[in-house]
């Protein structure tokens, strides 16, 4: 992967400033002067998931605390940018897995989150993505993540419907049964 801070380059502050022409707004007075530095200094934050590994996030397990037991992490915030018109979507994750031979450090499932959340995202494949690389990386008997999240492109532009949230899931595994399913949905609900 290519690393952001090598691609901000004179050129991409000259295209930001143009970018600030363009919608009519004087780049060079006061309050904008510094801004295509500003918003290159936000990229390497909000883009900086292409930087990270999740095989590097997911290294560390343990064999010691492996159980036959849902293990769910829920309202884990995450913020991302809609790749379809680069607005801020953001919300929760809601994540479970039942382990096989092996369980992960609690920090490492939000790590994993924004490996995936801090690039140009849709929230269908952000949910997939977590989903299928923890389940080809841990290999537990399943794994299922609920994404809630409010998508900047509906709120405050097009329809602009202000309340509207939108839930995405992934299921893998032993969750496919309704049973375990169930059972982790009412896990996050309380």
């Excluded at 002067?33 to 930087?51: F, Q």
């Excluded at 036959?68 to 994750?93: A, Q, R, W």
């Excluded at 080809?136 to 329809?159: E, F, N, T, W, Y």
Aim: charged share 25%.
């Amino acid at each position: 992967m290519a690393d952001f801070n090598a691609n901000a380059t004179d050129t991409t502050l000259s295209l930001i400033h143009d970018i600030l022409k363009s919608i009519g707004e004087n780049p060079d007075r006061e309050g904008l002067k510094d801004t295509p530095k500003r918003v290159v200094n936000s990229w390497k934050e909000l883009y900086s998931g292409y930087n990270m590994n999740p095989e590097d996030v997911l290294s560390t397990t343990f064999m010691d605390g492996a159980c036959n037991e849902i293990v769910v992490l829920k309202d884990i915030e995450f913020y991302s940018t809609c790749e379809h018109h680069m607005l801020p979507f953001f919300g929760k994750v809601h994540f479970g897995y039942i382990p096989d031979k092996k369980v992960v450090g609690i920090s490492k499932i939000p790590r994993l989150i924004e490996v995936f959340a801090r690039r140009l995202q849709i929230q269908e494949r952000l949910t997939t993505q977590i989903a299928d690389t923890f389940e080809m990386l841990i290999q537990p008997k399943g794994v299922m993540v609920v994404i809630d999240a409010q998508h900047l492109c509906m709120i405050s532009r097009g329809i602009q419907k202000q309340n509207s949230v939108m839930t995405t899931s992934a299921i893998r595994g032993v969750f496919t049964k309704p049973e375990p399913r169930l059972e982790f949905m009412e896990l996050i609900r309380r």
